[in-house]
Nanobody, 125 residues
Framework: QVQLVESGGGLVQAGGSLRLSCLAS????????MGWFRQAPGKERDFLAA????????NYADSVKGRFTISRDNAKNTVYLQMNSLRPEDTAVYSC??????????????????WGQGTQVTVSS
């Protein structure tokens, strides 16, 4: 079992930045690739970014490429999502998720084994 807890969400003006954190506990953190997703009201859950177990590989959705950066610190059992140049359409609940290493990079939320509870990000215009 892996428990995930996100933090760092909040209200920010358009053009601003936020850094989300996701603290993992339970099994060995580096044994899992990690991903970030978001879901706005009435919309599907969208893939944003993924990182492999060592942090050496990353991939991003086109909608956030160049604005968001995923990273991880295995010594702290934490994965981060740095979000810059935020837009009102980035408003959503953001969740981190863990998946087995061999599935690193998958964009399908059903592939992920463990999820955090989510943190709200609201971007005002």
């Amino acid at each position: 079992q892996v428990q995930l807890v996100e933090s760092g969400g909040g209200l920010v003006q358009a053009g601003g930045s936020l850094r989300l954190s996701c603290l993992a506990s339970g099994r060995t953190f580096s044994e899992y690739a990690m991903g970030w997703f978001r879901q706005a009201p009435g919309k599907e859950r969208d893939f944003l970014a993924a990182i492999n177990g060592s942090g050496s590989r990353r991939n991003y959705a086109d909608s956030v490429k160049g604005r968001f950066t995923i990273s991880r610190d295995n010594a702290k059992n934490t994965v981060y999502l740095q979000m810059n140049s935020l837009r009102p359409e980035d408003t959503a609940v953001y969740s981190c998720a863990a998946v087995r290493l061999r599935l690193y990079g998958t964009t399908r939320f059903r592939d992920y084994d463990y999820w955090g509870q989510g943190t709200q990000v609201t971007v005002s215009s």
